[in-house]
């Protein structure tokens, strides 16, 4: 049998982010819906067409959506809470109410919940199930999309979120939990299947990520009773069960056992694939789709040992698809468009586009005996012997000097907090922003114009410096208590700092989708990291010294620099992260030794390299991470407040190891999970003082003053006063001037309001 390729999803937002745009211009109502619609029928061809053209054998469709594939699948499955359906929208704003929140003359609600998606970097909208919520097959956007491919001369398989893996998406809002709509969900999918042979599909996938994470014999069972039901409707149409981001160790016997056609399972990120299939064998009569290239990494694949594993398969007599290791949803379209980036390094990257070549060379090499002769292993294997010369001595001694004692702030946190209250001249309940203020048009010229050479970096300072002003005396009338100076000068948290730091490459074009229209540029580690000059110290004594109050330093931290990045493959993570925060800490020095008193160190994306089995999270990631956290700021003096800042994820089972932070305060995001974390820092009896984001930054509506001081008298309930920050969840960068204002003096009245009950 031939070998076949596969590619479990594909890149959506477009080669120069033209789905962003679109959608952008359709919610400022600037197109209509047929145009954006149009938009998005285009991009659609091409990410066929392109897949075609690299001769992948197993194309997907329906891996396309307008902001999420999660929401996609809820809307599919009729999980529509009321509130929205009381908007009587179109089909596709009640869909980006749901994404977005709406205000206007249709009502006011607020969007789902967002969280991170498994250990990644996307965002996914969280499905709200009602007590009186139908789940059934509502929605034929899967079948739509198969049509439309097909009518291109391109047979596909529908990708869908999997039965077992929505169900433990769905936050259950009502008195009724997963168990009472197992059944629904249960005839929604064979219905599913039914439409699926009614159109002639040949294959199916059902997207089972949660399979990797740990599972207990309550969901052994759950899982094994949906797909014994569901598969027995799978008639003339193949079914395959895909899993990616980890092994699938607590399910292994089970999943093979099933009637599917096909398992699709992780090599790169399950570390016990290779020893389930040895130890347990794989059955003759199913495909092993084999995630043998990496979908969340940029580097080249290395061929031999990929081509030694497909052997070691097909010795074992399995049926072996080559396939990506996840959706290539999380690497950026093709490095074509990087033109200043050296032939030298782009020699090591595989985009989007790159990898589906690699999996078309792949599949011939591994077809061909006498392979090791060919051109096209050879220049991959020389690839990989060449020295890349990425190494610093300077690093590696100071990292093997520091001591444990480093990692220890003194004196202990509460000692710090008191004295921090009186330098500070804080009282109950202060108010503050995250960091950035809206990123507007002028501020975007000012920076290209800057980077082309337009204007001299001293007209490019003097701009910001205006803005800087602007921003602080903006805060200072409507009463913040701790200013921020808007971050002007910075594209973004993480390419802003790595621009200062040796180690790092960075792209043109390489834009990744982190939620909806938001688009990131992930730097690239390539070597040893170290400052090699101030970063932020200009920016902050500018502010601090036009300032009547406090200004926050803000920086980023190591571990949110690296999960932000594409990292090194050729060293332990552990050791990346070390090096970063070593850099950082030079720079928390400085701010230090310049004035600023307050110092923000984000680390939004803690949670993201996380593993996804506990049993793994302390060896395999907080054991270092947390300590690297402790490193960047135990130098300071007692009377310095460090803060820090993280997005939106499971952090309810973590909050020790987030106290072990040792910070002063923290913020959270947290509005749109209803404050569902407070619970959490109560049963901890977190130490840290804490801002639970009183109100969503990702929606453009604006909370009025009644509803913000109800969310804050929610919050005393589960945090002591003194303990209590008001902010919003997050930075201000992406929003809109006006909103932005309403927003942030309507949360000060607030406080206000509450600070003289």
């Known amino acids: 049998m031939d070998m076949k390729t596969a590619v479990i999803g594909y890149p959506r937002i477009g080669t120069l982010r033209e789905l962003k745009f679109a959608s952008e211009k359709y919610f400022r109502n600037e197109i209509t819906e047929e145009e954006l619609k149009e938009t998005a029928a285009q991009l659609k061809k091409s990410r066929w067409e392109r897949q075609k053209r690299s001769k992948i054998d197993q194309i997907s469709s329906n891996d396309f959506?307008?902001?999420?594939?999660?929401?996609?699948?809820?809307?599919?499955?009729?999980?529509?809470?009321?509130?929205?359906?009381?908007?009587?929208?179109?089909?596709?704003?009640?869909?980006?109410?749901?994404?977005?929140?709406?205000?206007?003359?249709?009502?006011?609600?607020?969007?789902?919940?967002?969280?991170?998606?498994?250990?990644?970097?996307?965002?996914?909208?969280?499905?709200?199930?009602?007590?009186?919520?139908?789940?059934?097959?509502?929605?034929?956007?899967?079948?739509?999309?198969?049509?439309?491919?097909?009518?291109?001369?391109?047979?596909?398989?529908?990708?869908?979120?999997?039965?077992?893996?929505l169900l433990k998406l769905c936050r259950f809002t009502g008195q009724k939990g997963i168990n009472y709509f197992v059944e629904d969900v249960k005839a929604a999918y064979k219905q599913t299947l039914a439409e699926c042979n009614k159109h002639g599909i040949e294959w199916v996938q059902f997207d089972e990520p949660s399979l990797v994470k740990d599972m207990d014999e309550n969901d052994i069972e759950l899982f094994r009773g949906i797909y014994e039901e569901i598969l027995k409707e799978?008639?003339?149409?193949?079914?395959?069960?895909?899993?990616?981001?980890?092994?699938?160790?607590?399910?292994?016997?089970?999943l093979v056992k099933l009637p599917s056609d096909g398992i699709g399972l992780d090599f790169i990120e399950g570390t016990k694939t290779k020893e389930l299939i040895k130890n347990n064998g794989f059955p003759k009569d199913k495909l092993l789709f084999a995630g043998l290239v990496n979908g969340k990494n940029i580097w080249k694949n290395h061929y031999a040992r990929t081509l030694?594993?497909?052997?070691?398969?097909?010795?074992?007599?399995?049926?072996?698809?080559?396939?990506?290791?996840?959706?290539?949803?999380?690497?950026?379209?093709?490095?074509?468009?990087?033109?200043?980036?050296?032939?030298?390094?782009?020699?090591?990257?595989?985009?989007?586009?790159?990898?589906?070549?690699?999996?078309?060379?792949?599949?011939?090499?591994?077809?061909?005996e006498n392979y090791k002769g060919k051109n096209e292993f050879i220049e991959n294997k020389e690839l990989f012997e060449a020295d890349r010369s990425c190494t610093d001595e300077n690093v590696r001694k100071r990292l093997e000097n520091v001591k444990d004692s480093d990692y220890i702030r003194l004196p202990e946190r509460t000692k710090r907090q008191a004295l921090q209250r009186q330098v500070l001249g804080l009282k109950n309940f202060p108010t503050t922003t995250i960091g950035s203020f809206p990123q507007t048009i002028d501020v975007k010229k000012n920076r290209t114009a800057f980077k082309k050479g337009e204007i001299t970096l001293l007209q490019y300072k003097e701009f910001n410096k205006?803005?800087?002003?602007?921003?602080?005396?903006?805060?200072?009338?409507?009463?913040?208590?701790?200013?921020?100076?808007?971050?002007?000068?910075?594209?973004?948290?993480?390419?802003?700092?790595?621009?200062?730091?040796?180690?790092?490459?960075?792209?043109?074009?390489?834009?990744?989708?982190?939620?909806?229209?938001?688009?990131?540029?992930?730097?690239?580690?390539?070597?040893?990291?170290?400052?090699?000059?101030?970063?932020?110290?200009?920016?902050?004594?500018?502010?601090?010294?036009?300032?009547?109050?406090?200004?926050?330093?803000?920086?980023?931290?190591?571990?949110?620099?690296?999960?932000?990045?594409?990292?090194?493959?050729?060293?332990?993570?552990?050791?990346?992260?070390?090096?970063?925060a070593l850099a950082i800490r030079d720079e928390v020095l400085d701010l230090e030794k310049n004035g600023i008193k307050i110092i923000q160190i984000d680390e939004a994306a803690l949670r993201e390299k996380l593993p996804l089995r506990k049993s793994d999270w302390n060896s395999q990631y907080l054991d270092f991470a947390i300590p690297a956290f402790r490193l960047v700021h135990s130098g300071v003096k007692p009377e310095t407040q460090i803060h820090t800042h993280m997005c939106?994820?499971?952090?309810?089972?973590?909050?020790?190891?987030?106290?072990?932070?040792?910070?002063?305060?923290?913020?959270?995001?947290?509005?749109?999970?209803?404050?569902?974390?407070?619970?959490?820092?109560?049963?901890?009896?977190?130490?840290?003082?804490?801002?639970?984001?009183?109100?969503?930054?990702?929606?453009?509506?604006?909370?009025?003053?009644?509803?913000?001081?109800?969310?804050?008298?929610?919050?005393?309930?589960?945090?002591?006063?003194?303990?209590?920050?008001?902010?919003?969840?997050?930075?201000?960068?992406?929003?809109?001037?006006?909103?932005?204002?309403?927003?942030?003096?309507?949360?000060?009245r607030a406080a206000k309001i509450i600070q003289n009950m």
């Open 466 to 580: 205006k803005k800087i002003k602007e921003c602080i005396e903006f805060q200072e009338e409507i009463g913040l208590d701790v200013l921020v100076h808007g971050e002007y000068e910075r594209n973004d948290m993480v390419e802003y700092f790595g621009e200062s730091l040796a180690g790092f490459l960075f792209t043109e074009k390489a834009w990744v989708q982190s939620y909806g229209t938001r688009c990131v540029k992930p730097p690239i580690i390539w070597g040893d990291v170290y400052r090699e000059k101030p970063i932020t110290v200009e920016w902050s004594v500018y502010a601090e010294e036009i300032a009547d109050k406090p200004v926050k330093g803000m920086l980023t931290g190591p571990v949110t620099i690296l999960n932000w990045s594409f990292p090194r493959e050729d060293i332990h993570i552990k050791e990346s992260i070390a090096q970063i």
């Open 648 to 748: 939106y994820s499971e952090f309810t089972d973590i909050i020790p190891a987030i106290d072990d932070m040792d910070a002063d305060v923290i913020t959270f995001e947290a509005s749109r999970s209803d404050l569902l974390i407070l619970d959490a820092l109560k049963k901890y009896d977190f130490k840290t003082e804490v801002g639970p984001g009183v109100y969503d930054i990702h929606s453009p509506r604006v909370p009025s003053v009644d509803e913000l001081v109800e969310v804050i008298q929610k919050m005393r309930k589960k945090i002591l006063d003194d303990k209590l920050w008001i902010n919003p969840d997050c930075g201000l960068k992406t929003r809109g001037e006006k909103e932005t204002k309403e927003s942030l003096i309507n949360m000060v």
């Open 308 to 368: 030694d594993t497909i052997e070691e398969l097909k010795n074992a007599g399995i049926n072996v698809v080559l396939s990506t290791s996840c959706s290539l949803l999380h690497v950026p379209y093709t490095i074509k468009n990087e033109t200043k980036l050296d032939k030298k390094y782009l020699a090591y990257f595989a985009f989007a586009e790159e990898k589906l070549d690699e999996l078309s060379e792949l599949k011939k090499l591994a077809e061909d």
């Open 234 to 254: 799978k008639g003339q149409c193949k079914v395959l069960i895909q899993t990616y981001f980890g092994d699938v160790r607590d399910v292994y016997d089970v």
């Open 65 to 165: 959506s307008y902001y999420d594939m999660t929401l996609d699948a809820a809307v599919m499955f009729g999980i529509i809470p009321e509130r929205y359906k009381e908007l009587k929208l179109s089909e596709l704003d009640t869909y980006f109410a749901m994404a977005r929140g709406y205000q206007g003359q249709a009502g006011d609600v607020k969007a789902l919940a967002m969280k991170k998606w498994f250990n990644t970097n996307y965002h996914y909208l969280v499905p709200e199930v009602e007590d009186d919520t139908k789940i059934a097959l509502s929605g034929y956007k899967f079948i739509d999309e198969y049509e439309e491919a097909k009518s291109l001369g391109i047979e596909t398989k529908p990708v869908i979120t999997g039965a077992y893996t």
